[in-house]
């Protein structure tokens, strides 16, 4: 089964978290400790207490223990309150497997030196809006996060550099973006995720980009504001920031071909099955929480559930 144990880092990475995130070998074991301590002592938390998920989010939150603990409640209270997008993420269930096997999001297998950020490549236009809804397509993303934040030390450590693709983006993918999914996004990565966000690249932007892009902005801290890029059609643009030897062929870069990446993550998806089975026991249970509970209303100030959007 998948490995807990912490693993040690190569050489580039470990200064990179000393420097930018304040990692200290010789406190990391009384870290994790103490959170594991904290977390023996608050009934409302059923979290993983292995190593390697723990230190993700000390690293995630520059060991700040307090921050850690905060980061680590709201990753399970919003995991709790997403259902659709958290639960029964069997890789092997038919319609999962299918968008799988789409590769709609794609982390790249190079990196641009031993202690840089993983580039992920999402393509919304693969997917059919007709055919699949947008928080199925949304429950294949977070199960590649969960895995990157086990397996990926360039992602905990040195960050996610995000570009998405929106060729062949429809009226009807559009409208799949409504402002409640996107708050619920934005908050599952910003506020619930120990990974961080050091850019996101948009490229063959259609004309109807405006709306949702301004719409994501709205909901996004200033930080993560700044770090966002339009290219449109102009790749050289890109390349400036994500150089081209990185990108898949399909992308005139040297990297392999998007069929030989996606056939390796689907083949790593379907070896965490249990993994992701296990995932239904943890989450939060606001019955015994002290003081004001965490739910949908509270955390989006709307319904749990996404709203059902027929597009002809």
């Known amino acids: 089964m998948v490995g807990t144990v912490r693993r040690a880092l190569s050489e580039p990475l470990a200064e990179k978290a000393r420097l930018e995130l304040n990692e200290q070998a010789d406190r990391i074991e009384e870290d994790l400790a103490a959170l594991r301590h904290w977390l023996a002592r608050t009934p409302h938390i059923r979290a993983r207490i292995d190593d390697q998920f723990l230190v993700t989010f000390l690293r995630g939150c520059k060991y700040s223990l307090e921050r850690a603990k905060e980061k680590i409640d709201m990753f399970y209270s919003v995991r709790t309150v997403l259902p659709e997008l958290m639960r029964n993420r069997d890789p092997l ?6 968008i799988i096997r789409l590769g709609v999001g794609l982390p790249l297998p190079q990196t641009d030196g031993p202690a840089a950020p993983r580039i992920v490549l999402v393509r919304p236009g693969i997917y059919d809006p007709h055919q699949y809804r947008l928080e199925e397509v949304i429950k294949v993303s977070t199960m590649l996060n969960d895995i990157m934040m086990l397996e990926d030390d360039n992602m905990v450590i040195g960050g996610q550099v995000g570009i998405l693709d929106m060729a ?7 409208l799949q973006f409504t402002p409640t999914f996107v708050k619920k996004m934005t908050m599952m990565s910003q506020e619930a995720s120990p990974l961080r966000q050091k850019g996101f690249h948009y490229i063959n932007t259609p004309s109807s980009f405006e709306l949702v892009f301004n719409m994501f902005k709205s909901f996004m801290s200033e930080k993560n504001r700044s770090r966002l890029y339009v290219h449109g059609s102009n790749l050289e643009s890109l390349y400036e920031y994500v150089p081209k030897r990185l990108l898949p062929k399909e992308y005139g870069g040297d990297g392999c071909s998007l069929v030989d990446i996606g056939a390796v993550w689907e083949k790593k998806l379907i070896a965490y099955r249990q993994y992701f ?4 026991q ?7 929480r002290v003081g004001r509970p965490k739910t949908a209303e509270t955390l989006f100030g ?8 027929e597009v002809d």
């Open 302 to 309: 709307m319904e749990g559930s996404f709203r059902q959007l």
């Open 168 to 174: 062949n983006v429809t009226p009807a993918h559009f």
């Open 93 to 98: 269930e038919p319609r999962t497997l299918e």
């Open 282 to 288: 943890y989450g939060t249970d606001e019955r015994k």
């Open 277 to 280: 089975a296990e995932e239904d």
